[in-house]
């Protein structure tokens, strides 16, 4: 196994976090009523393709990218783990880009409120690590 610092773990254990929510995103925007009316906005104006046709083609991809996004997840959260010391480390930092990637593409994609708890619990868990 190649020599690696103690830190290089942390850019594979943050895009597996990223990427874990940004899964979630697509997989809710697969079956949410909101990706309907978005989606039917969007066709309204453009008016290239039947509404019905490009809303199933529009929820096939979301469907196609949450494994994609589950998969470069995984292969990356692998590689963290190979080059951290401690699995634990990986765990804490990953959950931490999971739970904020989360809440802050929920915030801008699905308009979901973000309490002032919500600020003070990740400034607490970035303070662990």
């Not at 697509?26 to 309204?44: I, M, Q």
């Not at 990218?65 to 401690?86: D, E, R, V, Y």
């Amino acid at each position: 196994m190649a020599t690696t610092t103690s830190s290089s773990f942390i850019p594979f254990a943050i895009i597996s976090g990223f990427f874990a929510a940004l899964s979630s995103v697509f997989a809710k925007l697969f079956s949410d009523e909101r990706t309907a009316l978005f989606h039917a906005y969007f066709v309204g104006q453009l008016d290239l393709v039947p509404e019905k046709t490009s809303l199933m083609v529009t929820r096939v991809i979301c469907f196609a990218l949450i494994f994609g996004c589950n998969s470069i997840m995984w292969t990356t959260f692998t590689k963290a783990l190979n080059a951290a010391p401690s699995s634990v480390q990986v765990s804490i930092v990953n959950g931490a880009v999971n739970f904020s990637a989360s809440a802050i593409l929920g915030y801008f994609v699905f308009n979901e409120p973000l309490a002032l708890r919500w600020n003070n619990f990740i400034i607490t868990i970035s303070k662990e690590y």
